[in-house]
């Protein structure tokens, strides 16, 4: 148990609806980072939060954005979802440099 | 740009034996984290082991060791006495500033 919790477990949409993902950090830490990872591949990173701020982002559209709340839980939105959006969403907190991310569950989001 | 490499799509081991899965990266900084993360079926992420890059001794937690090469750019995982609950996905990967990198990923067989 890592002390990071996401929900929902599993999720499915229609392709063009928008979602939320959530997820709750390990007490005292004070980032929180989002991966997407696809069927059979490594995790990529989405962005990460500090201080209420994102802090670094990857690869993806605008239509992936964010929130961290002062209490470090943070939530990852999709908008306009496409097939491709399918995969594992991972929330992992840490702190700001170099140390271990703590990785929660995971959300299957599927989208059909 | 940080690239993460792993070569071995899968490896399988006897129970009591000990295993070595492969790891390279690339990266132009010179303060960097390496990290081995192991995720089971259950999803989760878990965090087996850590490297420092400016730290020469290679990381050890009990059973599971690195061998981290630094000019060689090369961080491989030594799993000592196998165990059939370390059978799962392994990957590497690196952390600069606010992202980690990972690899593709290296399936883990324990066989009785």
């Known amino acids: 148990e890592t002390g990071v919790t996401q929900s929902p477990t599993h999720l499915i949409k229609t392709r063009g609806q928008q979602v939320t993902l959530r997820c709750s950090s390990q007490s005292g830490h004070n980032t929180v980072s989002w991966y997407q990872q696809a069927l059979g591949q490594g995790p990529q990173f989405i962005f990460q939060?500090?201080?209420?701020?994102?802090?670094g982002r990857g690869n993806f559209p605008p239509r992936f954005s964010g929130l961290q709340f002062p209490n470090y839980s943070s939530e990852l939105n999709v908008n306009a979802l496409e097939l491709d959006d399918s995969a594992l969403y991972l929330c992992?907190?840490?702190?700001?440099?170099?140390?271990?991310?703590?990785f929660g569950p995971g959300t299957r989001l599927t989208v059909t | 740009a940080q690239t993460v490499t792993q070569s071995q799509p899968e490896m399988s081991v006897q129970e009591a034996e000990t295993v070595t899965l492969s790891c390279t990266y690339d990266t132009s900084e010179s303060d960097y984290y390496l990290f081995w993360y192991k995720q089971p079926p259950s999803r989760q992420m878990i965090l087996v082991i850590r490297q420092e890059a400016y730290k020469q001794q290679n990381a050890t937690e009990n059973r599971f060791s690195v061998n981290f090469q630094k000019a060689a750019k090369s961080f491989s995982l030594k799993i000592s006495d196998s165990q059939l609950g370390d059978a799962a996905m392994y990957f590497c990967?690196?952390?600069?500033?606010?992202?980690?990198?990972f690899g593709t990923g290296t399936r883990l067989q324990v066989f009785p």
């Open positions: 990967a690196s952390r600069y500033t606010d992202k980690l990198i």
């Open positions: 939060y500090y201080r209420e701020e994102e802090n």
């Open positions: 992992a907190s840490g702190g700001i440099l170099g140390n271990e991310q703590y």
